[in-house]
């Protein structure tokens, strides 16, 4: 099987500081990878690396595209880029705010991802964005409503569905359930696992979270000091733990 997304040692440097260095690895459809792993770690540098918000120093990020087959994204053009991130590839920022236009309704920000794909029929666009609203449990009620009158949670959820719509293969997710409520997380987890297998997307989540990845990953890679230290099946990872960082990590004797 071709992979979606293989990654090719993917550097970066700020300065003399390591962000992430010759990080590689293969991604295949429907699967989800976890990267964990305490501040500064380099997951975050990483994960925006992958997404094209950094342009990494050396290596590869290379997508199977739908057209043209594999495609290293990191030397497409910007306009390329910026068409996969609105059609096959999302992004789902931990603060539901940085991914939300804020002075426009729910149903807007839904429909203004399915209009950037070419939609143009009102009605069509309203009752998909209606119908988004009702997959992450959010009234339709709300429609006109502007996220400024939602609670966190709800607002990731529109995140969320705003995201999703266009069907993307790829979803880029930093630390999706950060600052929320233990309840909301809870509600919001299963809500992303059901959607990750009712879609059959294939997702990379960053998060400092141990029960996220236990519940949304298939793979866990572990990062310290911009360096993968321990890579394998997500129960294997924190059941089995082989590095010493790692078993900290699992022990929650380090802050993460």
């Known amino acids: 099987m071709t992979p ?11 300065g003399q500081h390591i962000g992430c260095k010759d990080v590689a690895f293969d991604l295949y459809p429907g699967e989800v990878m976890g990267i964990v792993g305490e501040s500064g770690s380099g997951k975050s540098t990483l ?5 094209g918000h950094l342009t990494p120093d050396a290596g590869a990020v290379v997508f199977d595209t739908r057209t043209d087959g594999p495609r290293d994204t990191v030397t497409m053009s910007e306009p390329e880029r910026r068409m996969l991130s609105r059609t096959d590839w999302a992004f789902v920022h931990q603060h539901a705010r940085d991914g939300l236009r804020m002075g426009v309704s729910a149903g807007g920000n839904v429909g203004e991802r399915l209009m950037a794909v070419g939609d143009r029929h009102y009605g069509d666009i309203r009752a998909k964005a ?3 609203l009702g997959r992450v449990e959010i009234d339709a009620n709300r429609v006109d409503d502007r996220p400024t ?8 959820r529109l995140q ?9 293969r790829l979803v880029f997710m930093d630390e999706p ?4 409520d233990v309840s ?3 509600r919001l987890l299963d809500l992303l696992r059901g959607l990750v297998r009712d879609m059959g997307l294939s997702a990379i989540i960053v998060t400092h979270d141990l029960a996220v990845v236990r519940l949304l990953a298939d793979r866990l890679m572990v ?3 911009g360096h993968v230290v321990e890579a394998g099946l997500t129960d294997q990872v924190l059941d089995d733990p082989q590095h010493a960082y790692s078993q900290l990590l699992v022990s929650s004797v380090l802050q993460v």
């Open 4 to 14: 979606l997304l293989s990654v090719q040692g993917i550097t970066k440097f700020y």
């Open 47 to 51: 994960l925006n690396c992958m997404a």
């Open 130 to 132: 209606t119908d988004w």
């Open 149 to 156: 009158t939602f609670s966190g949670g709800m607002q990731q």
């Open 160 to 168: 969320i569905a705003r995201n999703l719509v266009t069907g993307p």
């Open 177 to 180: 359930t950060g600052g929320l």
């Open 184 to 186: 909301v997380q809870a």
């Open 223 to 225: 990062m310290k000091d």
